[in-house]
């Protein structure tokens, strides 16, 4: 007799592969959770630098008008000495 070319499959399923099957699952939750932690302190991190991205603009924006004025008066003053001069 001649035993046919027959692929075989069998529907047994090992202890070692069911072992196998939870460690990759239970790998990729911890995986997958400790992206989402990274993800969460990227967003503070965020959060916070905004925040001084803020604040920096805000203490710019306060020295820059500072400047502004000091400037003015230096004109004022320059001009003021050229007319005196002029005169």
Known sequence: ??????????KA???SHLATTFALILAG????TGIEKDVAVLQANLAN????????ET????????????LDQ?????HQYQLK???
């Open 85 to 87: 001069r002029d005169s």
């Open 1 to 10: 007799m001649e035993k046919p070319d027959k692929w075989h499959l069998s």
């Open 74 to 78: 230096m004109i004022d003053i320059i």
């Open 29 to 32: 939750v911890i995986y997958i």
């Open 13 to 15: 399923i090992s202890i």
């Open 59 to 70: 203490d710019n924006k306060a020295m820059f008008e500072k400047i502004d004025k000091k």
């Open 49 to 56: 630098l905004q925040t001084q991205i803020i604040q920096i």
